[in-house]
Nanobody, 124 residues
Framework: QVQLVESGGGLVQAGGSLRLSCAASGYTFSSYAMGWFRQAPGKEREFVAAINWSGGATVYADSVKGRFTISRDNAKNTMYLQVNSLKPEDTADYYC?????????????????WGQGTQVTVSS
């Protein structure tokens, strides 16, 4: 079955960086677009970034544009999110998701498969 496993979260000071990873298994990774979402305590899950099946197209939420970079390595069945210049408001659980389509999706409801999340905490 499809499995997505995130890693790389942690506690970091404001201005710091992390690299989140999402290891996928159970399907042909290169066939699906992928995305990162986040959910802060008491808030709804929100879109962060998405990447198409080949990695040739990406899209970002305005709040992270210029600070976060999404990428994927189809040979390793892994997606990444490089997060730089972190702010306290970036504190959340970060989830990777797979979409049963090749092209970008920005909405939670467009994604069929989800990981368990990795926590990112940014201290001021």
């Amino acid at each position: 079955q499809v499995q997505l496993v995130e890693s790389g979260g942690g506690l970091v000071q404001a201005g710091g960086s992390l690299r989140l990873s999402c290891a996928a298994s159970g399907y042909t990774f290169s066939s699906y677009a992928m995305g990162w979402f986040r959910q802060a305590p008491g808030k709804e899950r929100e879109f962060v970034a998405a990447i198409n099946w080949s990695g040739g197209a990406t899209v970002y939420a305005d709040s992270v544009k210029g600070r976060f970079t999404i990428s994927r390595d189809n040979a390793k069945n892994t997606m990444y999110l490089q997060v730089n210049s972190l702010k306290p408001e970036d504190t959340a659980d970060y989830y990777c998701a797979a979409r049963r389509a090749r092209y970008l999706g920005l909405d939670v409801n467009e994604y069929a498969y989800w990981g368990q999340g990795t926590q990112v905490t940014v201290s001021s």
